[in-house]
């Protein structure tokens, strides 16, 4: 079992930046795909990002592609995500995840098996 806190979100401006981070509660094997996902009022819950945690390989969703960056810090078995040129498009509860698999092209919430509570984003225009 692994628990997962995110960290990081808050009230940011156009334009601004956020660093999300989430630290699972255990260290994971180096098999694990870490991911980032967002749901957004009156939405379905969506992928934004995502890394294996042995490589460092990455993927990301159109939208976000280019001005967020999804890392790992292994040493400090911690996960972040961060997020330039926000917009208020971008206002939504973001959600650290994690599987077993090393996947990076797991894009579904139904792929990952651990997740976070949640850390709101909102983007004042």
């Known amino acids: 079992q692994v628990q997962l806190v995110e960290s990081g979100g808050g009230l940011v401006q156009a334009g601004g930046s956020l660093r999300l981070s989430c630290a699972p509660s255990?260290?994971?094997?180096?098999?694990?795909?870490m991911g980032w996902f967002r749901q957004a009022p009156g939405k379905e819950r969506e992928f934004v990002a995502s890394?294996?945690?042995?490589?460092?390989?990455?993927y990301y969703a159109d939208s976000v592609k280019g001005r967020f960056t999804i890392s790992k810090d292994y040493a400090k078995n911690t996960v972040y995500l961060q997020m330039n040129s926000l917009t208020p498009e971008d206002t939504a509860v973001y959600y650290c995840?994690?599987?077993?698999?090393?996947?990076?092209?797991?894009?579904?919430?139904?792929?990952?098996?651990?997740w976070g509570p949640g850390t709101q984003v909102t983007v004042s225009s």
């Open positions: 255990r260290r994971t094997d180096t098999t694990y795909t």
């Open positions: 995840a994690a599987r077993r698999e090393a996947s990076i092209l797991a894009t579904r919430t139904s792929d990952y098996a651990y």
């Open positions: 890394v294996r945690y042995s490589g460092g390989s990455t």
